[in-house]
């Protein structure tokens, strides 16, 4: 066909019907497939949590925008999550980003603890720690990227750990959520790896949850899928119809909420409320020429620490009118939250706790003069 993102993103899995000619996939609800004597399964499919037709058409199209062999989907991103951490066994060691969406620290620190996995905190920034704790007598087993991260928006050199882990016998997982595959894609830069909540950017319109994987491994496909089967975290047909309408727009979404987001983070880095912006489109932003390097774009995230502290923030966030003061990211409309009270809860006292007066905003796709005069007018409203 091709391999512009733009038209695989339109194209990938979504083949007309060659019964009806339907441009759109069916959804195909059916919980159990007859079958034609026992074993004689019709398009591989038996029953509604081992494949469906529908899912089996995202799981294709996920596996194509992120140059892989194999897609898998699950119920939610941390359910995708949670089918990763199967691939550890007890006593063995991650090693994670400081800086990862709390819900994946909870997982990994209050659950997977428990059942004898050692999650060690470390700033994937720093190469020579990297190396240094690859090289320990009991290397980790697994190392969890994520960027940029969630919400300090570190940006952290997937190729440069990749090949650390990989001379170490290490999997290399890369959270993709805030990039997508249309700003970076992991695999090519050397992860085995890459997982999304599809409830944000890939479905684009936060109104279906969701997860996905990609890997270019049969061996870790193999053992995924059939964890996917066992564990049984999978989604139904309608949301990952939901997922695929989102990512036939994914690319002209991704290159609006970007610019918006490029205007407002250099207007906010002038701003007298604010002490610091972390963008990675900014000039001084630390990762400036990795983020050149590594990514299409530098995304539609950015998060700001004001200089009224946490009650200002709090006064701040409660004021926009577009931005709405909720949880989640990466839809058309523009999101804006407190992570330490709000995603971030479960990583307070921990090494990924965030600072109080951090507000993380995910913009949106709307007119960016509206989205600056809102932000104005909350900074005038939180001063009052």
């Not at 009991?138 to 050199?157: A, C, F, G």
């Not at 009270?341 to 965030?354: D, K």
Request: charged residues 20%; aromatic residues 6%.
């Amino acid at each position: 066909m091709t391999d512009r993102f733009e038209t695989l993103a339109v194209h990938a899995g979504a083949e007309p019907d060659p019964h009806t000619g339907a441009v759109v996939p069916a959804i195909q609800m059916s919980a159990t497939f007859k079958q034609d004597g026992v074993g004689g399964l019709r398009g591989g499919f038996e029953y509604g949590r081992s494949g469906n037709p529908t899912r089996l058409a995202l799981e294709e199209a996920i596996a194509v925008l992120e140059g892989a062999a194999h897609g898998l989907a699950y119920a939610s991103g941390l359910a995708a999550t949670q089918n990763i951490l199967y691939l550890l066994e007890p006593g063995e060691r991650l090693l994670m980003s400081d800086d990862v969406y709390g819900g994946t620290w909870r997982l990994a620190d209050r659950v997977w603890r428990r059942y004898g996995i050692e999650t060690e905190t470390l700033d994937l920034r720093d190469l020579d720690a990297v190396a240094a704790a690859f090289s320990g007598q009991r290397p980790p087993r697994m190392v969890w990227i994520e960027t940029p991260s969630n919400p300090l928006l570190k940006v952290i050199d997937i190729s440069a750990v990749a090949r650390l882990a990989a001379v170490a016998g290490a999997v290399t997982v890369v959270d993709n959520t805030f990039a997508t595959p249309y700003l970076q894609r992991p695999l090519e830069l050397g992860a085995d790896l890459v997982m999304h909540s599809a409830t944000k950017y890939l479905g684009g319109h936060s109104d279906v949850i969701g997860g996905l994987i990609a890997t270019r491994s049969d061996e870790l496909a193999e053992t995924l899928r059939f964890h996917q089967n066992a564990a049984g975290a999978v989604p139904s047909p309608f949301d990952c119809f939901l997922v695929m309408r989102g990512l036939r727009t994914l690319a002209v979404r991704m290159e609006r909420a970007s610019a918006n987001a490029l205007v407002l983070a250099t207007w906010l880095a002038e701003h007298p409320a604010v002490e610091r912006v972390h963008y990675p489109g900014l000039p001084d932003h630390p990762a400036a020429q990795l983020v050149e390097r590594q990514m299409r774009l530098p995304g539609a995230m950015l998060s700001i620490e004001l200089r009224g502290g946490e009650d200002g923030a709090r006064r701040f966030a409660a004021a926009t009118r577009l931005f709405t003061l909720a949880e989640s990211l990466g839809a058309v409309e523009s999101l804006i939250e407190l992570p330490a009270p709000m995603t971030h809860a479960s990583a307070a006292g921990s090494p990924l706790a965030v600072p109080g007066g951090l507000v993380r905003l995910s913009v949106g796709i709307e007119a960016v003069e509206d989205l600056r005069a809102d932000l104005e007018a909350a900074f005038a409203a939180a001063a009052a």
